[in-house]
Structure formats: C-alpha cells, structure tokens
C-alpha cells in the first residue's frame, strides 16, 4: 500500500542504453514489464539484471536508473529488505532523482526506521522544496510529529520543513510541528532558533501550550495580540474557511475548520459544515468523487457526532459515530470511529454496549494507543458495572502501554489509585516529550454537559485538580490558565 502511496513526485523519466547490445535488449524488456505489471517477473528480470556483469558496465547514471526501478519493485512486491539495501546503495552514490529519496522514506517508515525516514526525507526537503507540495501531508506529518520526536534525524527534518517554508498542505496547519521544533531547541538551550520557529506558530491549540509551558516564556510576550488565543481562533477561521475555497476538491481544510469552529464552540457552524460537505459526497458522480482525500469524511462525521453531543442530541451523536464507523479508514477497516463509539457509549451509561463495541475492533490492525484506548474503555466499563476483576486487568493492560498511552492511564489511574496518579503525573512532567501531554489536559476549558458515565469520573477528576501538591506540582513547570473555549476536542 505504502508503495503506491509514494508514487512519482518530480515526474523524471526512467530510460536505458549503452553496455552490450543484448544486455540493453534485457533492459528495455524488463523496464518495459516493469512500467505494465510490477508483479514477480518483473522483479525477478530486474534481480538478474543488477547480477549480470554487464551492469558494470552501464554508465553511472544508467545504472542508478536502473536501480532505482528495481528498488521500486522491490518494494511493490513487499521485499522490503531488498528494497531498503538498494535504496541504501542510490543514498550511498548520492541519486538525483529526488522520487528515490521520496521512496526511501516510505521504505523506512515501512520498516519502522523513522529516523532512516527522516534522513532521506530532509535531504528531499533540502534539495527539492519545491516537490513537497507534491506529497502527502499526512506522511510529513507522521514523520515530523509521531512518537519520539527528539533524535537528531527527527529534528533535523523538522528543520528541514521549517527551512523550506513548508506550509503543511491544504490546511496550512503546520504548527503541531514548529511546536515540536521549538521544544527541541529550547532542549537544546538555543533560544535564538526557538524564537525564530514560535513566531510561525499561529494555531490556537499551539499558542496553549505555550503559554502553559514555562520553557516558552523566554521567547514570547504573552501579552501581545499576536499570541492571544481568542483572537488566534478567529484568525485560524477566517483562514481555513479561505483554505476550502483554494482547495474546493479537498476536505483536508474543511475537516480543519471544524475543528476550529468545535474549538470555538460554534457546533451549529460545525453540523452545517460536515452536512454540507456530505451532501456533495452523495450528490457526486460514481465516476468522479467530489473530493480527492475521501478517507477524511469520516472524521468530518466524527466532528458532526461531537457538535451534537454539545448541544444535548446525544442519540443523534451516537448514530452519526456508529454510520462514520461504518465506513473504511485510510481505506482500511476503521479503526478510531469504533473506539471513539466505545468511548462516548461508555460516557453515556452504556456499559455493556461499549464494551460490544470495542469487542469489535480489529485487534490485528490496532496500534499501542489503539490497544490502551480499547483498554481505556473496559475500565470505564468496569467501574460502572463494579467490576473490581475487570478494572484490574483493564488497569494492568494500560500500565503496560503506558509509553504509549500515557494520558489513558493517569485518567484510569486518578479513578481508582489517586496517589499513583499523582507520582505517574510527576513522571510525565519531569519528561520534557511528555509534559505538554499532562498541562494541555489540566487547562481550565469549557467542556459540555456530563453525559450519565461521566458524573462521577468528572468529579474525581475535579478532586484530583484542585489538591495542592497536584497543584504544585504542575505550577512548577507550567500553568493552569482559564479559555472561553471547548480546549479538549472529544468533549
């Protein structure tokens, strides 16, 4: 999948000649074969090829091409091993053709090597800035911005991004991150750089985290217009309702509007905008879809589920969540929708339900956040139907995905064991990838009226906030500051 996914981006063609007469007919055959149908025999002449003395003989250039087709089928036809040594071997002779370091990064992320798929990606970034309007955002961003983020690669692709101006796709949403970038810096102790990178930082959610961060204080002026948060949601509005018209074709900009508009609380504005955007899905043609990014419908429904859970048609929400679990995600079996059902049947009551629903998701396919979701959702379920054997295990379940999940466990945590949480909270405060995670969640924010599931849960929470070691505890790296706002997204 991920091989068609890192297609073309520069348009350079692939040819032959040169070398012995017949070794260059073997060539252009296996090119030929390999442009029509990339299956096994393409791949096994391509094999034979880059074994055959004459390769030698080709000339550089030719060579390269010709390895470079032959990584891709390598690739196409899921030897990744392969794919990924000769890949190695076009970094080693410096390639030019920037679709080899485009596809060395898929590789990589396919291999899990994120930091191998930074490498090739910042050289990408270096060389050709002008192609990474060509490739898919949601790969950038997954690079710059999932899991551990501080190792040099990393970094240095964040700043490759950051040099080239990057604007973060349709949505022109990059700042998840400059955020990560400036951190890094300020880990770093190069104020200068942070600054440079917190002056792009324009998101509201970002401009949040800095001011509840204390390393940020700094390089910012918290008092200016420019970082004030209210005011920062009515620019992002105005410019995401700018970026659909550019991109009439994408709902990348929309979905990030209704976002926005949640974040702001204008749910109605929320419910007309996924409406909307539906009803041109449905009035389209078979043949031609009115959007070329389908997979994120289902979280433009997932928003429409959370507007109308704000405004009390609670039912209403359930079955607007149920229809977009229904539909594929990244044109896979869906995954986030069903664990968010089973999130908001618990916060409903629905104990039993929730627990059916989670049931459901496809254990196979599920990441470790995935799994503690999942695993999130039985300890809601246990606690409401006092199940002290299965909010046991579901507890035991989330500490060991605590890494990943480190958010679902302190709140399962603050429920049954506050002491813990307060020692597990500290943890994460003194992890300077982690701190932000526990000081965006302890912001004073508009949240919606508490659904039957979440009274109590709600309470403890409050409980837990208001102790003063707790207190202290966050006020020693951060803050805790009041927003007119719906901070907290699923709520």
Not at 346 to 352: D, K, M, R, V
Not at 377 to 395: E, F, M, P, T, Y
């Amino acid at each position: 999948m991920l091989a068609v996914l890192f297609g073309c981006v520069s348009g350079t063609a692939i040819a032959a000649p040169a070398a012995d007469v017949f070794y260059r007919q073997r060539v252009a055959e296996a090119l030929a074969i390999a442009a029509d149908e990339p299956g096994s025999r393409a791949d096994a002449l391509l094999d034979r090829l880059l074994a055959d003395p004459d390769y030698a003989g080709l000339p550089p250039a030719e060579r390269n091409r010709l390895l470079s087709r032959a990584a891709l089928v390598a690739w196409q036809n899921d030897r990744l091993d392969v794919a990924s040594q000769r890949y190695a071997e076009l970094a080693r002779l410096d390639s030019d053709n920037p679709d080899d370091w485009y596809r060395m990064t898929g590789v990589a992320m396919q291999k899990d090597d994120m930091d191998g798929a930074a490498e090739a990606m910042t050289e990408f970034a270096a060389r050709w800035p002008e192609y990474l309007d060509n490739t898919r955002p949601e790969l950038l961003f997954m690079l710059a911005t999932h899991g551990d983020t501080r190792s040099p690669a990393r970094i240095g692709f964040q700043q490759a991004l950051f040099d080239a101006n990057w604007k973060g796709g349709s949505s022109n949403t990059p700042g998840a991150i400059w955020f990560r970038l400036a951190r890094a810096r300020l880990e770093q102790g190069d104020t200068e750089a942070a600054r440079a990178v917190v002056q792009r930082i324009q998101e509201p959610e970002f401009l949040i985290s800095m001011r509840a961060d204390k390393r940020f204080d700094p390089v910012f002026n918290r008092d200016r217009p420019r970082f004030d948060v209210a005011l920062a949601v009515d620019r992002q509005i105005a410019l995401l309702r700018t970026r659909t018209q550019v991109f009439p074709d994408r709902l990348e900009p929309l979905l990030h509007l209704s976002s926005a508009l949640l974040l702001a609380g204008r749910n109605e504005d929320a419910i007309a905008l996924s409406d909307a955007a539906v009803a041109r899905i449905a009035a389209a043609s078979t043949d031609k879809p009115a959007f070329s990014d389908m997979d994120q419908q289902v979280w433009l429904m997932n928003n429409k589920a959370i507007a109308l859970r704000r405004m009390g048609r609670t039912e209403e929400a359930i079955a607007e969540m149920r229809r977009a679990s229904q539909l594929s995600e990244n044109g896979e079996e869906n995954i986030s929708q069903v664990l968010n059902l089973g999130e908001f049947e618990c916060a409903n009551g629905n104990a039993a339900e929730a627990i059916r629903v989670v049931a459901a998701a496809p254990l196979a396919n599920l990441s470790n956040y995935g799994k503690a979701v999942a695993a999130h959702v039985r300890h809601c379920a246990a606690l409401q139907q006092d199940n002290s054997r299965q909010q046991k295990k579901a507890l035991k379940e989330l500490h060991a995905l605590r890494d990943d999940a480190p958010m679902p466990y302190l709140d399962a945590l603050i429920q049954v064991e506050p002491e813990q949480a307060l020692a597990f909270m500290r943890q994460l405060l003194a992890q300077p990838d982690r701190r932000n995670d526990v000081l965006d969640w302890a912001q004073d924010c508009l949240q919606s009226p508490l659904l039957p599931g979440e009274q109590v849960p709600q309470q403890r929470q409050d409980a837990f906030l208001a102790r003063a070691d707790v207190r202290a505890a966050i006020e020693s790296v951060g803050r805790i500051e009041r927003y007119p706002l719906y901070c907290r997204q699923s709520r």
